[in-house]
């Protein structure tokens, strides 16, 4: 029978061998969203081209790029994903697994942002968030405020960030308040996500809340 240090070294093993399954085997959310995009960006050559066309006419591949297009767009969601949206509007957290790593990855592409914005939603209905789930979304909410781009479903993720904030996020935020050490956007949405979490965290539900300077 092997000792107790063999079977805890041969289990951290086990361990370590799932872990780098996982990671071999991600989805390689890059690729597909680029893919995606290509066929959204021929669809729309091919649009531009027919209406030039005179007199119109329909031709036999018009809606061959339409649905590559569309079959891009829907082989750009990982395995598992409409499961997991189904796991999370019956308030079951364990489509989290799936629903952070395409958060994580923030794949953009055609509708992208209108489906991130219902699962930021759904995510905040949900009775309970774990703690390990949470520690990614506060991760990810980070990520959004320091990203490039401000898009629509931004609001969401203010929004869902009162479900997850600590007094360390916070203060994460209010960093990225400093005009030394920031663009003017990233400020912009640290002051956006701000105006909703530093009531909750500090117990001021309702009240105004100043994030610029005192007044004098």
Known sequence: MPSGDTVNKMAGRKKRQEAVRRVESRFDFTRTAEAAR????????????????????????DGDVYQRMWEAALAAYPPGFEAACQALTAGDPSGLLVI????????????????KAGL???IKQLPEIPKAEA????????????GCAWRREFRDYCRLA???????FVAELRQRMNPAAHPLR?????????????????????????IGPPAR
């Not at 290509?38 to 591949?61: G, I, K, L, T």
């Not at 952070?100 to 489906?115: M, N, Q």
């Open 162 to 168: 009162p479900r997850v904030a600590t007094p360390e």
């Open 38 to 61: 290509e066929a959204q960006a021929a669809y729309r050559c091919d649009f531009q081209e027919r209406e030039r066309r005179w007199p119109p006419h329909a031709d036999a591949s």
């Open 186 to 210: 990233t400020r912009l949405k640290a002051r956006r996500m701000l105006a909703l979490l530093d009531p909750v965290v500090n117990g001021h539900i309702g009240k105004p809340l100043s």
């Open 100 to 115: 952070l790593d395409f958060l994580e990855a923030d794949p953009y592409f055609l509708r992208s942002g209108y489906v």
């Open 135 to 146: 520690l990614r979304l506060r991760a990810i909410l980070l990520a959004q405020v320091d």
């Open 120 to 122: 930021l939603r759904r």
